[in-house]
């Protein structure tokens, strides 16, 4: 028995990274899932891959995420869970980072969390499951990524009111706050093909050993487990709640 058996799913930004690992845990753990993302190839080779179903959405567009929910209800009659982990991330100063820039970054963090549970939501079945990908920098600050952190701040106040507004249909909805993890987002070898995951794994580990605990970075798979966790019955009786998954970082800086 996996602890999704029956549920359907949908996991955006599921092409790859966080995403890609969510897609598979769920689906090894029983669940119907459908791929939402922009990258289709990608996105279409993976549904193929793990048994799934994939669909083109680009979460900042409205009727795109009304075309993804009817398919599926269309392929498997209902939706259950929702994990709204697309995002993208720029670097700049916050006096430097022109409007669009900024506006960019509040489309698809902000908005497209905004718009999954708007739209997922009404037609999910009770007891369901949101999970919304905050990040570390929604409980502190980190210089040169002010847009990605204002909206994984934002994205903590709507995991809070969704939780308050849809808990009497007993949906629960929290926030997972990754630190560093090993995707292209922070790690933009990965999207070189002549690269060597495990070398530039290795180099990361490296850079993050002296600020994180844990000495290393994170890995999607470790956060995919904490999805999993607030997507089956574990955790039953959470909602409204962050969960920082960062090796520490947020604990502090230790000087021994």
């Known amino acids: 028995m996996g602890k999704l058996d029956g549920r359907v799913v949908i996991v955006t930004g599921a092409a790859r990274g966080q995403g890609e690992q969510e897609a598979r845990l769920f689906r090894a753990e029983g669940a119907e899932v459908v791929l939402a993302d922009v990258l289709d190839d990608q ?48 670097f700049n100063s916050l006096v430097d980072t022109p409007l669009d820039e900024f506006m960019q970054v509040v489309r698809v963090n902000q908005v497209g969390c905004f718009l999954g549970i708007r739209t ?19 409980l502190a600050g980190m210089a040169a990524v002010g847009a990605y952190a204002a909206t994984k701040h934002a ?43 495990r070398e530039t794994a290795e180099a990361l580990d490296e850079l993050y050993r002296g600020l994180v605990p844990l000495g290393r970075i994170g890995r999607p798979e470790e956060v995919a487990r904490l999805a999993l966790f607030l997507t089956c019955d574990d955790s039953s009786y959470v909602t409204g709640q962050p969960f920082v998954i960062d090796g520490g970082w947020l604990a502090g800086v230790s000087i021994v």
């Open 43 to 90: 996105g279409e080779a993976l549904a193929k891959e793990i048994g799934a179903r994939y669909v083109h959405l680009d979460v900042g567009e409205e009727e795109q995420w009304r075309s993804a929910v009817a398919t599926a209800r269309e392929a498997y009659g209902r939706v259950d869970g929702l994990v709204n982990n697309a995002g993208i991330l720029r």
């Open 155 to 197: 994205i903590l106040g709507l995991t809070r009111v969704a939780a308050l507004e849809l808990a009497r249909r007993g949906i629960r909805v929290n926030a997972v706050c990754p630190g560093a993890v090993d995707t292209a987002m922070s790690n933009p070898a990965r999207l070189d093909p002549d690269a060597d995951p």
């Open 120 to 138: 997922v939501a009404p037609v999910m079945e009770d007891g369901g499951t949101i999970v919304n990908t905050a990040s570390y920098t929604a």
